[in-house]
């Protein structure tokens, strides 16, 4: 942004740009990277062990079981990756908001605060009609760039929001 409302936004880890703060958490997105491709492995030789009879029963392992273990290390892979997916960015026209399922664009004017209370583990959207919306990818355990980051969005929000008075409709006289 050229005037220079936003201050020190532009210091930070957070912002791409003047005006503009793109956010992904460090810590889980780093634990999912290691996790996922552990339990495909982990699961991949969990389906080698797989042969022969299942003990004293009459059923025995089939190659079915084995590709069946090995596809379920692999989705479970997948879902942990889902983890990875939180992200906030912001500008001018609004905070867009993507969290593990589904996602959030809305303008600034209907944001009344960017809430990161102490006993939270991530940051939240403080809606003018009372609604909470989670921001996942501002997590207490990722402690200077979530601070970074919900410094930025209330920078961004104080620079950006319409004041209650503009929002509403203007007053006709009669005279």
Do not use: K
Not at 10 to 18: G, L, N, Q, Y
């Amino acid at each position: 942004m050229p005037d220079g409302r936003l201050g020190g936004v532009t210091e930070s880890a957070v912002a791409r740009d003047p005006g503009t703060v793109f956010v992904r958490p460090r810590r889980i997105r780093v634990v999912c990277w290691i996790l996922a491709p552990a339990l495909v492995v982990m699961f991949a030789l969990l389906s080698i062990g797989l042969h022969g009879a299942t003990g004293s029963g009459a059923a025995t392992f089939q190659r079915g079981d084995q590709l069946a273990m090995a596809g379920l290390g692999v989705l479970g892979g997948l879902v942990v990756l889902l983890f990875t997916r939180p992200r906030v960015e912001a500008d001018a026209r609004g905070v867009r908001v993507r969290n593990v399922f589904g996602g959030y664009d809305l303008p600034w004017d209907v944001v009344r605060a960017v809430r990161f209370d102490r006993s939270s583990a991530w940051a939240s959207l403080e809606l003018h009609d009372d609604e909470l919306v989670p921001v996942l990818a501002l997590q207490a355990v990722d402690r200077e760039l979530a601070v970074d980051g919900v410094r930025a969005l209330r920078a961004l929000h104080a620079a950006y929001r319409q004041p209650q008075s503009e929002q509403s409709e203007p007053e006709v006289t009669q005279g």
